[in-house]
């Protein structure tokens, strides 16, 4: 073997090690073990306040559909949860004019809980709302509007 051929052995020895480490890191590692909950592909219910009626799209849904949680960053991967004070908006949908509850908490590691700001009063069952995560990770979300709930697993980028 040649000196070219050894040294071309080398590099894509290199390149191959690479390729496989690079992929690794911990945050892809602590992502993978986050047991995401699966979006469904639904129309909800027609509501005066959205107009005009909403689409088709990815959402997290309890069993009886009273508790509807928009997932518009599982649509496309430009798109995801943050971290910080900027917050991300998420509609929801809950018996009409009840009082809904964000609450959350992080599942990988330690965190102050999420802060969930639901504004008073919608009369409808549409319900607009920014959720604050304190941190990146894996995050439970927690939602209850008179006796119904909704729970579901997100990741949250820095």
């Given at each position: 073997m040649t000196w070219h051929t050894r040294l071309l052995a080398i590099f894509v020895s290199l390149a191959i090690l690479m390729a496989c480490t690079s992929t690794s890191t911990p945050e892809n590692?602590?992502?993978?073990?986050?047991?995401?909950?699966?979006?469904?592909?639904?129309?909800?219910?027609?509501?005066?306040?959205?107009?005009?009626?909403?689409?088709?799209?990815?959402?997290?849904?309890?069993?009886?559909?009273?508790?509807?949680?928009?997932?518009?960053?599982?649509?496309?991967?430009?798109?995801?949860?943050?971290?910080?004070?900027?917050?991300?908006?998420?509609?929801?949908?809950?018996?009409?004019?009840?009082?809904?509850?964000?609450?959350?908490?992080?599942?990988?590691?330690?965190?102050?809980?999420?802060v969930g700001e639901a504004s008073c009063c919608y009369p409808t069952r549409f319900q607009a709302s920014g959720v604050y995560f304190p941190a990146e990770g894996c995050w439970e979300v927690r939602a209850a509007a008179e006796d119904r709930k909704l729970s579901f697993v997100v990741w949250v980028e820095p």
């Open positions: 590692l602590a992502k993978d073990a986050c047991t995401l909950t699966e979006a469904v592909w639904l129309k909800p219910p027609a509501d005066p306040a959205v107009q005009p009626d909403p689409g088709y799209g990815y959402y997290f849904v309890n069993e009886d559909e009273s508790i509807i949680a928009s997932a518009w960053w599982t649509e496309s991967n430009e798109y995801s949860l943050h971290a910080g004070d900027r917050g991300n908006k998420i509609g929801w949908f809950r018996p009409a004019g009840s009082e809904l509850l964000i609450t959350g908490q992080r599942l990988d590691g330690d965190a102050p809980p999420l």
